[in-house]
């Protein structure tokens, strides 16, 4: 069996709909996990957010905006009369919830049901859809079988055991529908995946279910060896390794959620990106044993935050750098790149929520600088000890461009540059000419 995931560019209005018709009813048995149309979990984000700060009025309106659009989405979407009333009827139930929910206390837990209408709606529309069409699939609710621990992690055992058990009672359909994004917790309340979590949706499935392959469709075939929105004439990398797929997912390359690597690593299942405007493209396959080669691709990962301790107490001393990790986990904040020398440490995290309480932390330790607007370049490519050279083309490339921190030899599979956002897109083009020569 195979996953498909769409996302919400693939649902964004009812022509895209349409599209995914003849890419899903093709004769193979199926799982088709789906995003909420684009924009709506933003939409139910801002919705949520009002309600938080007691504008219930303009709450309200949003929400009645948001309504107003689901149901010109389910005019122009069904033909007949009985499709349409029940998609109708469908948006009117998940709208007048969250309106019901306006009148009590808000609670994060309402925000997350708020959030969890988007993937609701847009499944319950494509089964209606291929309803109306005459072609048999059914719709399975992800909140039956999917779920996370206490520490927000998949819960395995738990999601196996139930999806399977869902999925003996269709056994003989070939489209099974579900939504991305959404779970319960360890409570049995609604919860979700966090922002762009279809994708971990889509491979936690793979994994559970021990998939062929696990396809993620989208608006572009595959990942590209630079950003398409900077630098011309990009090439599709036919082929990454997990690692290689996870720094690039990590590092700013938008098409896959970073922790979508792993359930898929994890039990060995092949991820295929797909175009769904080019279904023939044969798209990027990630798999275990992808060849390495000099250079595979770059991509940059902005709104990164630096921060330098500086302190003379560091030189041949030891435990300082227990004390700045400390600082860092008594936040929650995850450190992403970081470079030594006897008196400094300089690191990046991304999540600037506890910048100041970490920094006043830091204080007792030494000097603190920081600074904001950078971006991490990440170029992923065989970095093995055993390589030759110390990859020459990427210091030539980017000989006039301030260089803040360079990361070499923590990956056999990436080497990360940090430098200022104002020089990112010279840095792009300039390490495409270098790295990927026309052939
Ligand atoms: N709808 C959710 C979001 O916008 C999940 C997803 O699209 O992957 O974040
Ligand atoms: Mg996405």
Not at 382 to 388: G, K, L, N, Q, T
Not at 408 to 420: A, E, K, R, V
């Amino acid at each position: 069996m195979n996953v498909f995931k769409f996302g919400g560019t693939s649902v964004a209005s009812p022509e895209r709909f349409r599209v995914l018709i003849p890419l899903i009813s093709e004769d193979t048995q199926k799982i088709v996990v789906l995003s909420a149309m684009a924009g709506t979990t933003n939409a139910l984000e801002e919705i949520s957010r009002l309600f938080a700060m007691d504008e219930s009025e303009e709450a309200l309106a949003k929400t009645e905006a948001l309504r107003g659009e689901y149901h010109q989405v389910a005019d122009e979407l069904f033909s007949s009369l009985t499709w349409g009333e029940k998609a109708h009827d469908l948006t009117d139930e998940h709208f007048n919830y969250i309106t019901a929910l306006f009148s009590r206390e808000h609670s994060r837990h309402n925000e997350k049901r708020i959030l969890a209408r988007g993937e609701l709606l847009s499944s319950a529309f494509l089964h209606f859809l291929l309803s109306e069409q005459g072609i048999a699939s059914v719709l399975v609710p992800a909140l039956n079988f999917m779920r996370i621990d206490k520490d927000g992690q998949p819960d395995y055992f738990y999601i196996r055991e139930n999806l399977n058990r869902e999925l003996a009672a269709v056994r003989d359909e070939k489209i099974i529908i579900t939504q991305g994004f959404i779970c319960r917790n360890a409570y049995g309340e609604t919860d979700n995946l966090r922002r762009g979590g279809s994708d971990y949706s889509a491979t936690i499935i793979g994994a559970a279910i021990g998939a062929e392959e696990v396809q993620i469709w989208t608006d572009i075939s595959g990942l590209h060896n630079n950003d398409p929105r900077y630098v011309e004439n990009t090439r599709v990398v036919r082929q990454l390794s997990y690692d290689e797929a996870a720094e690039l997912a990590y590092f700013g390359a938008k098409i896959l959620h970073p922790s979508s690597i792993n359930p898929a690593r994890l039990k060995n299942i092949p991820v295929r990106l797909k175009n769904t405007m080019e279904p023939s493209d044969e798209g990027t396959l990630i798999v275990s044993g992808s060849t390495p080669e000099d250079y595979k691709a770059v991509a940059a990962k902005d709104a990164v935050i630096s921060v330098r301790i500086r302190s003379a107490g560091m030189l041949m001393a030891y435990g300082f750098m227990r004390r700045i990790f400390e600082a860092f986990e008594a936040f929650k904040t995850p450190i992403d790149m970081i470079t030594t020398s006897e008196v400094s440490v300089s690191l990046t995290i991304d999540d600037p929520t506890w910048l100041s309480e970490i920094v006043s932390t830091l204080g007792s330790i030494g000097t603190i600088e920081t600074e904001k607007d950078q971006t991490i370049i990440c170029i992923v490519g065989d970095f093995r000890p055993s390589r030759e050279g110390s990859a020459p083309e990427i210091f030539e490339a980017l000989n006039e461009i301030p260089v803040k921190m360079i990361s070499y030899g923590g990956s056999d599979n990436s080497m990360s540059i940090l430098i200022n956002t104002s020089d990112k897109v010279v840095a792009l083009r300039s390490l495409s000419s270098k790295l990927f020569p026309e052939e």
